[in-house]
């Protein structure tokens, strides 16, 4: 069974920059979900992705959006850079069993730093 | 909104000591409280998990309680070691038809274990 993998590892970009980072979900998760984690901060909620579909949003504006794909991996893409990106961005999978809560499995992060 | 509060943000015990981490959320529907352990550079790992319909939960050294009634969640560590020092994070999480891996996450502590 392998785990949740996430690349690249580690990104820099610039202020007005587009970015997409990838994820591999767990071995028979179909539900993936991306956060972000500032500095000294718990992870915060972007989005949720279900069977190709967005199905579950945070407080996050438009231009942090994703795909999930049919293997379910899925990308995290945010257009127009601000500094305030600058983050540990985060996929979680899940085995999507439903309306219940589930356990997440968490990647290794992708660290984001916009210059 | 969601909140949930976590204390202390850090926490210092020498080694064989028990350690309590208290976190208090905002929504009455969060039914799924786990607590993540991330070591520096690492990914969130689920260490513990309690859904509304149990009181309390014990793993080897690590428990979770839970109080609905005042929203209060804590997790003890007994018999601390060194290799315990991390930041633990405890979320909450409601689930439902949409948003099950939606996770609100509290600010975390610092467990630091001295030898």
């Known amino acids: 069974e392998t785990g949740v993998t996430q690349s690249p590892t580690h990104l820099i970009k610039t202020r007005g920059q587009q970015v997409t980072l990838r994820c591999s979900s767990q071995?028979?998760?179909?539900?993936v979900s991306w956060y972000q984690q500032a500095l000294g901060q718990g992870p915060q909620f972007i989005f949720q992705y279900y069977r190709e579909e967005e199905n579950g949003r945070g407080n996050f504006p438009p231009r942090f959006s994703g795909l999930q794909f049919p293997n379910y991996s899925s990308e995290l893409n945010v257009n127009a850079l601000e500094l305030d990106d600058s983050a540990l961005y985060l996929c979680a999978s899940s085995p999507g069993q439903g309306k219940v809560a589930e356990k997440l499995f968490f990647g290794s992060g992708t660290q984001l730093s916009v210059l | 909104g969601e909140n949930v509060e976590q204390h202390p943000s850090t926490l210092s015990v020498q080694e064989g000591d028990s350690a309590v981490i208290k976190c208090t959320y905002s929504?009455?529907?969060?039914?799924?409280f786990p607590w993540y352990k991330q070591e520096l550079g690492k990914r969130p790992q689920l260490i513990i998990d309690i859904r509304s319909n149990v009181g309390e939960k014990k793993d080897q050294r690590i428990a979770v309680t839970l109080n609905k009634t005042a929203k209060h969640f804590s997790l003890h560590i007994t018999e601390t070691q060194p290799e315990d020092s991390a930041v633990y994070f405890c979320a909450a999480s409601r689930g439902g038809s949409s948003n099950t891996g939606k996770l609100i996450f509290g600010q975390g502590t610092t467990l630091q274990v001295k030898p």
């Open positions: 071995s028979g998760h179909n539900t």
């Open positions: 929504d009455s529907a969060s039914n799924y």
